[in-house]
């Protein structure tokens, strides 16, 4: 089956710093890359989706200057928590579709804690 | 979003016993029903799916059953083991190819 990584796992930063989570297809090709959010006990909540080369779409409120989204490649696409509060502490998780998956594959996901 | 309801919010059954988790959706577009796993601290694993042009599917313990009238779909897992214990969201894909999430299912199989 296809394979997403997610890079950071987790990250501790403080109030006022910028994080970058990274998120790659191993084995296929996404056409199309997804951001979540999921809050403790909670479901997975779609912030934006991306197309390669394209801006990318987000959700109705959230933020897209305070996070930022690059899908450049085939294979990479980057979340950019800008100016990070404590509230923006979440799980984040990145999924992927495209080539020979219809599917949507998700990463491991990245614990962020914003102190 | 659109919406899709998921019962139980919470199971707890003995091992070797039957799981079953039911979603019920509203947008009658919806063509892709996907079900995934997802350990603490882990992400969600796609497990099985099924398109709308099929009313079933099965893969070795687990089942999805499908009634597009109803608009309702369902997991079924058998002879549950310990390591299905996990949190289980049902999801579904409209025209715009987002998933809309159920809430999820906490299973816990007792040993």
């Known amino acids: 089956g296809a394979v997403v990584s997610q890079h950071p796992s987790w990250v501790i930063c403080k109030s006022g710093t910028s994080v970058k989570i990274e998120c790659r297809s191993l084995?296929?090709?996404?056409?199309?890359m997804f951001w979540y959010r999921q809050f403790p006990k909670q479901s997975l909540m779609l912030m934006a989706t991306?197309?390669?080369?394209?801006?990318?779409?987000?959700e109705q409120g959230v933020e897209k200057d305070k996070f930022l989204i690059n899908h450049a490649s085939l294979t990479l696409s980057t979340l950019t928590v800008t100016s990070a509060h404590p509230e923006d502490s979440s799980f984040y998780i990145c999924?992927?579709?495209?080539?020979?998956?219809?599917?949507?594959?998700f990463g491991p996901g990245t614990r962020l804690t914003v102190t | 979003g659109e919406n899709v309801e998921q019962h139980p919010s919470t199971l707890s059954v003995q091992e070797g016993d039957s799981a079953v988790i039911k979603c019920t959706y509203s947008?009658?577009?919806?063509?892709?029903f996907p079900w995934y796993k997802q350990e603490l601290g882990k992400g969600p694993q796609l497990i099985i799916d099924?398109?709308?042009?099929?009313g079933e599917k099965k893969d070795q313990r687990i089942a999805v059953t499908l009634n597009k009238t109803a608009k309702h779909f369902s997991l079924h897992i058998t002879e549950t083991q310990p390591e299905d214990s996990a949190v289980y969201f049902c999801?579904?894909?409209?025209?715009?190819?987002?998933?809309?999430f159920g809430a999820g299912t906490t299973v816990t199989v007792r040993a």
């Open positions: 099924i398109r709308s042009n099929v």
């Open positions: 999801a579904f894909r409209s025209n715009d190819y987002k998933l809309s």
């Open positions: 999924s992927a579709s495209g080539g020979a998956y219809v599917e949507q594959y």
């Open positions: 084995d296929f090709q996404a056409t199309t």
């Open positions: 991306s197309n390669e080369g394209s801006k990318a779409t987000y």
């Open positions: 947008d009658s577009a919806s063509n892709y």
